[in-house]
């Protein structure tokens, strides 16, 4: 499986971005997609996921105001980040599972300004 994230960029707190992440090779077989992300110096960290049956968590940090979905007939993965806050800079990383073995994307910088 491989994955390719974009959507990244620079925006003021309060603002919003969507992120995108295209899935392809084995696509049927995955049961689950996230977004983690890491900021510098701290350690990655779940924002979202949701299975193959469409069961989806959050992490507190960004409940309220972060929403994933995905688009299965585009093998495509979404992030849509509303109310942005300086907090929530940090490189963003699409996951997906296949079969207990994990996949990433390259990363999509976020940055916010205060």
């Known amino acids: 499986v491989q994955l390719q994230a974009s959507g990244g960029g620079v925006v003021q707190a309060g603002g919003s971005l969507r992120l995108s992440c295209v899935a392809s090779?084995?696509?049927?077989?995955?049961?689950?997609q996230s977004w983690f992300r890491q900021a510098p110096g701290k350690p990655r960290e779940l924002v979202a996921g949701i299975t193959s049956r469409d069961i989806i968590n959050y992490g507190d940090s960004v409940k309220g105001r972060f929403t994933i979905s995905r688009d299965n007939a585009k093998n495509t993965l979404y992030l849509q980040m509303n109310s942005l806050e300086p907090e929530d800079t940090a490189v963003y990383y699409c996951?997906?599972?296949?079969?207990?073995?994990?996949?990433w994307g390259q990363g999509t910088q976020v940055t916010v300004s205060s």
């Open positions: 090779g084995d696509i049927d077989s995955i049961s689950g």
């Open positions: 996951h997906a599972a296949v079969r207990s073995v994990g996949y």
